[in-house]
């Protein structure tokens, strides 16, 4: 593990896969609200490993191994738009660092968000995007306001493990998802602007959003897949991880 400067910022970030000599484009995985790169586990790994490439995982500050956001619920609180400015400031950044051009996206939840927003506007190999959020609806905001009252009983324990400093991984994420700025929230025209193939993952059983989430990306100009398996919630991933895996591959297959 190791840590890059972006925007003066150490973000914690992972390498996978790396060999010398050309490679395809690499895959960078974007997490999700409360994620971070070792809440991934194995599976970016196995990953690269079908597809061929290599990778690059990181965690967002305030998450994982990353600085931490000072006054989280004061001058710190994020803004509205704050997937916009992941998407379109600090991703381009960490891409320069790194060297790498035209990647392939791969993000879920809010890393899917960002990774449609960022291949809105910059030139990606692919986009690979599983539940994401492309507008507000009622679901996701019962279910998240159902994770703050679960954070103090249960899910603060859970999630300690995975980040250094937990209370700024959750509230900078709940905090702003039930903001009355955050309702406005909505990126499908960004989205018809996209020109690299896509491929949006949704499992029925999602309870953080219904089947609009994708259906809604609708973009005008680049090649759209959608995949909606069942037995399958939020996290496709982790509910039919080799599922999800073999789309991965075979979606990618034919892209330099």
């Not at 306001?145 to 493990?161: F, G, I, K, W």
């Not at 059983?205 to 995949?227: C, H, L, N, V």
């Not at 991880?241 to 892209?255: D, G, I, S, Y």
Request: contains cysteine; charged residues 25%.
């Amino acid at each position: 593990m190791e840590t890059i400067q972006v925007n003066g910022v150490a973000l914690e970030v992972q390498r996978l896969n790396t060999a010398a000599g050309r490679q395809p484009a690499p895959i960078i995985f974007l997490h999700e609200g409360l994620g971070s790169v070792a809440m991934w586990r194995d599976w970016p790994a196995e990953v690269c490993a079908a597809t061929g490439r290599a990778g690059i995982v990181y965690s967002r500050r305030g998450y994982g191994g990353s600085d931490p956001v000072p006054d989280v619920r004061g001058a710190g609180r994020l803004r509205a738009d704050y997937m916009h400015r992941e998407a379109w400031d600090v991703l381009p950044a960490l891409l320069q660092a790194l060297e790498i051009d035209k990647p392939v996206l791969l993000g879920h939840s809010d890393g899917g968000s960002i990774a449609l927003l960022h291949a809105s506007r910059h030139p990606v190999t692919a986009c690979i995007v599983m539940a994401p959020h492309v507008m507000v609806e009622d679901v996701s905001l019962r279910s998240i306001q159902e994770a703050r009252q679960a954070y103090a009983s249960t899910l603060r324990d859970r999630l300690r493990r995975y980040h250094s400093d937990v209370d700024v991984a959750f509230w900078q994420w709940n905090d702003v998802w039930l903001s009355d700025d955050f309702r406005s929230f909505d990126i499908r025209p960004d989205c018809r602007r996209i020109t690299a193939p896509l491929l949006a993952i949704q499992g029925l059983d999602d309870s953080y959003g219904t089947m609009r989430q994708i259906e809604d990306i609708a973009p005008t100009q680049g090649s759209f897949r959608m995949e909606k398996p069942a037995g399958c919630g939020h996290s496709p991933h982790k509910d039919q991880p080799e599922l999800v895996r073999r789309l991965v591959t075979q979606f990618l297959a034919p892209l330099p």
